[in-house]
Every structure is written in C-alpha cells, then in structure tokens.
C-alpha cells in the first residue's frame, strides 16, 4: 500500500462544492446549501460561518454570495505568468481590427479558462450578440470550443485521452462533437491548417475561430480566438478568410514576443 498517496480532505471538498454552488446559483440561503449537497444543515453553516469569516462568502439577508476574497487570488492566477502579457495585448488589438470578441485562453484541469476578453463593437451585449456566458475567469470546455481544440491539437494523443476520460465529450449544444474518433480527425485537421473552429458546438448562435500560442520551446501556452453571432461570423474560407488571417498574424506576434523576451 501506497502510504504516500494523497488522499482528499473531504472538509475541503464540501467547502469547495458549497462556494461552487453559491456561484451557479448567483446566491443561496442555508437551507438551499443544505439540500443541493444534501447535507445537514449546522455542516453547512459551520462551512458557510468559516468562509464567511474568511472573506470568501458574504451574506446578505438570508443568502449568501461569493465574497470579495476571490478577487485577490484571481487576479493573482491569471496574472502570474509573464508569457501571459504579449497574448493579452494582442486581445485587445484583434478586438480593435476585426470589431469582433476576442478571447485569449489557456488550458488547466481539462478546461479552458480565459484570461483576457474583449468585447468588439460590433457585438454589444445584448442577448443576440456575442456568447453572453463569457468574461475573464470563464471557464468552458476544450472539446466544444476553438481555443479548446487548438489547444487540444498540440497535445500528443495519450494527453488528449486522459482530458477525455477526465472530463468526457459532453454535448453543449446538438452541433458539439460526442465522438473521440470524430474529435481526433477534426485535431488531425486543425494540425495540418494551424487553426480550429466553432461553429454553434458550444453555445449554439455562436462561432469562433481559434489558433494555439506556443512557447518558443515548442510547447503549447494557450489559444487566441475571435467569434461572433453565428448569422454574420463565417468560420469557413472564404469567408472567414480575413479573420483567420488576422488570428493567426495575432499569434505569430505573440510568438514573436515570447522568443525575444526569452533572447533578451
């Protein structure tokens, strides 16, 4: 018997899932904590009175909140890298060029989360415009997104297989791909054109393009994309053309970037 092997705290677990289901539901009261874990209720409010107390929940009334004390240790993960900064520069311009959102994303766990987004002009937020679930932080799947499978087309296969048996193929929309071989030929594809695409397999009215940044080791950083509502965003040359173009320009400065720092 391994002695060595980590074990979870399931104090910590319940913690983690009463935070996570405070932030699903934009607040709960006790009762509502107590039932969704379906726990009793003086374990969830020993839990909910600690993080409380530590600034991560707040309450207000009967319910409680995600608290302030995240913002800190948010900002301190999506900030922590230095090879972060070129990627996130290049959001705001490719949102400036083309109008359209821009999103630089990085993989973590078998997700995608992003770390800069930039609303373009023309996708005001209004609910026909633009994927209305995304701001920084937002965390989405790779399988169904474009920065996801960009990235997912730089891994080897066998890294590909355990984010798949970590976090399954699970449909999004009825555009999502739910088939490993069907995914893998599509990553063959993305491969050999240096981009991938969504078309509605995430939200459905939504498209975008993505491309994987690289360190200059080779490595994968993480993934540019830009999209838009799915009735005038193309994904497909000819159309889309332009845009890709300009993604992909996008992520050749990054790189550019990265190798001089690293020179430098």
């Known amino acids: 018997m391994n002695t060595n092997q980590a074990r979870p705290v399931k104090t910590t677990h319940t913690s983690i899932r009463i935070v996570r289901a405070i932030r699903r539901r934009g607040g709960a009261s006790l009762t509502e904590i107590a039932d969704a874990l379906d726990v009793g209720k003086s374990t969830a409010h020993n839990h909910l009175a600690t993080l409380t107390e530590e600034g991560f929940l707040v309450r207000e009334g009967q319910q409680y909140h995600v608290g302030l004390g995240f913002l800190e240790l948010g900002e301190y993960a999506r900030n922590r890298r230095e090879s972060y900064k070129p990627a996130k520069i290049q959001v705001y311009r490719l949102a400036e060029s083309t109008n359209e959102e821009a999103n630089f994303a990085v993989a973590e766990n078998g997700s995608m989360f992003s770390i800069e987004y930039v609303m373009g002009d023309w996708n005001p937020m209004n609910p026909e415009a633009g994927s209305q679930f995304l701001e920084i932080g937002s965390e989405f799947g790779m399988h169904n997104s474009a920065p ?115 020179v430098s």
């Open 148 to 262: 996801g499978k960009a990235v997912l087309a730089e891994l080897a296969p066998e890294a590909v297989e355990q984010i798949l048996d970590l976090r399954g193929l699970p449909a999004t929309t009825d555009e999502t791909l739910t088939d490993r071989e069907a995914l893998f030929e599509e990553l063959d594809a993305i491969s050999e054109r240096g981009y991938a695409t969504n078309d509605e397999e995430l939200q459905s009215g939504f498209r975008s393009v993505g491309a994987p940044v690289r360190h200059p080791d080779g490595t994968v950083l993480g993934a540019l994309s830009i999209g838009g509502p799915a009735y005038r965003f193309e994904v497909e040359p000819p159309a889309a053309s332009g845009n890709i173009g300009t993604l992909l320009n996008a992520t050749d400065r990054v790189e550019e970037d990265l190798t001089q720092s690293e």
